[in-house]
């Protein structure tokens, strides 16, 4: 469901949340309640940064990466628990699977230069501006 209201009729609109073109992975067999990892995406004047909410996994079990260009897409896998016979479960909650997340970053990012941090299972993603190009202003002498 997409954050920004349809005032705005068909035009397309930037919308990063959208889950029209980059919904997370179907659900299958392989994917659980731990494919929708819960994300933060905020912008500063220096940079996009996105924090991914992944408790339970260490940073060799997720991958950040950039697709055709322009897309970030965060993946990573927690495994389920390796069974012992001598062991009974009574309760499992805690999500397991895969989960995939993608988004198209806007124009003045900086593709280049994303720097990606994971403290205390949360994954922190950082991609820097561009500038912003000023128009250059020429004077021009009035004669007369």
Same mark, same amino acid.
Do not use: Y
């Given at each position: 469901?997409?954050?920004?209201?349809?005032?705005?009729?068909?035009?397309?609109?930037?919308?990063?949340?959208?889950? #029209?073109?980059?919904?997370?992975?179907?659900?299958?067999?392989?994917?659980?309640?731990?494919?929708?990892?819960?994300?933060?995406?905020?912008?500063?004047?220096?940079?996009?940064?996105?924090?991914?909410?992944?408790?339970?996994?260490?940073?060799?079990?997720?991958?950040?990466?950039?697709?055709?260009?322009?897309?970030?897409?965060?993946?990573?896998?927690?495994?389920?628990?390796? &069974?012992?016979?001598?062991?009974?479960?009574?309760?499992?909650?805690?999500?397991?699977?895969?989960?995939?997340?993608?988004?198209?970053?806007?124009?003045?990012?900086?593709?280049? &230069?994303?720097?990606?941090?994971?403290?205390? #299972?949360?994954?922190?993603?950082?991609?820097?501006?561009?500038? &912003?190009?000023?128009?250059?202003?020429?004077?021009?002498?009035?004669?007369?």
């Amino acid at each position: 469901m997409s954050l920004i209201p349809s005032i705005f009729g068909n035009r397309s609109v930037f919308d990063p949340f959208s889950a #029209g073109n980059w919904a997370p992975l179907s659900f299958s067999n392989e994917i659980s309640t731990f494919a929708n990892a819960q994300v933060d995406w905020k912008e500063t004047p220096e940079a996009h940064v996105i924090k991914a909410d992944l408790p339970g996994l260490k940073k060799e079990e997720v991958k950040v990466e950039i697709e055709e260009g322009r897309v970030l897409q965060l993946s990573g896998e927690r495994s389920m628990e390796k &069974e012992d016979k001598n062991e009974k479960w009574h309760r499992v909650e805690r999500g397991r699977g895969k989960f995939l997340r993608r988004f198209r970053l806007p124009e003045n990012a900086k593709v280049d &230069e994303v720097k990606a941090t994971m403290e205390n #299972g949360v994954l922190t993603v950082t991609i820097p501006k561009m500038e &912003e190009k000023k128009p250059e202003v020429k004077s021009i002498e009035i004669s007369g």
